[in-house]
């Protein structure tokens, strides 16, 4: 006989944090356990260290819901375990360098941001900005950006997951990154 553990759904799952009940944990893990391993696995390259995050991840999980509601848990998960992966990617690389998906797509992406003056930028500000260049995108591209430049997501399985070929990843994702460039340019930030 299959042992097959039942798929909760988000709010059941956010219900059982909220109500102090470890099965909600076991339930974050049987519907997210691989998916979050994936997106530590993009930034860190190593099982252990990808092992240690979610672990991170499901105990800041359990200490921050109450208070907070999250309405998408996933994407809730997602930010949590990025900021924990990519803290723990700066603590190795500080030591080396260690190459990740996460560094060549920070590459691909500075090309946009890059400045050529001696002037800062407020960080908010700039942050507001992408925000709304990404949130302008038609759905298909918004998606490429968000799994290439949050998730670090390589080319391959994003193009795995839109079904088309590697090619059309990479146009799409240089158009978006001029784009992108356009519309900081539009905005001031003068690259």
């Not at 944990?25 to 930034?43: E, S």
């Not at 690389?93 to 992406?109: A, F, G, H, N």
């Not at 080319?155 to 992108?180: C, F, H, N, Q, W």
Request: charged share 30%; proline share 5%.
């Amino acid at each position: 006989m299959t042992n097959h553990k039942r798929i909760r759904p988000d709010h059941e799952i956010v219900a059982l944090y909220l109500a102090r009940d470890e099965e909600a944990i076991a339930a974050t893990d049987t519907k997210y356990g691989g998916y979050l391993f994936t997106v530590a696995y993009n930034i860190l390259h190593d099982p252990l260290d990808c092992e240690e995050c979610r672990n991170d991840t499901y105990l800041k999980t359990w200490c921050t819901i109450p208070p907070k509601r999250p309405a998408r848990l996933q994407a809730y998960l997602t930010r949590i375990i990025r900021c924990i992966s990519v803290d723990r990617y700066r603590e190795r690389t500080r030591e080396k360098r260690i190459p990740s998906d996460m560094t060549v797509s920070l590459e691909e992406l500075s090309e946009s941001l890059a400045s050529h003056g001696e002037w800062e930028i407020e960080t908010a500000e700039l942050g507001r900005c992408i925000s709304d260049y990404v949130a302008s995108l038609p759905r298909r591209r918004r998606l490429i950006f968000v799994c290439r430049y949050y998730c670090a997501d390589p080319p391959g399985r994003i193009a795995d997951m839109l079904g088309v070929t590697v090619s059309a990843v990479y146009k799409e994702l240089g158009k978006i990154r001029a784009g992108l460039r356009e519309h900081l340019e539009k905005e001031g930030f003068y690259l």
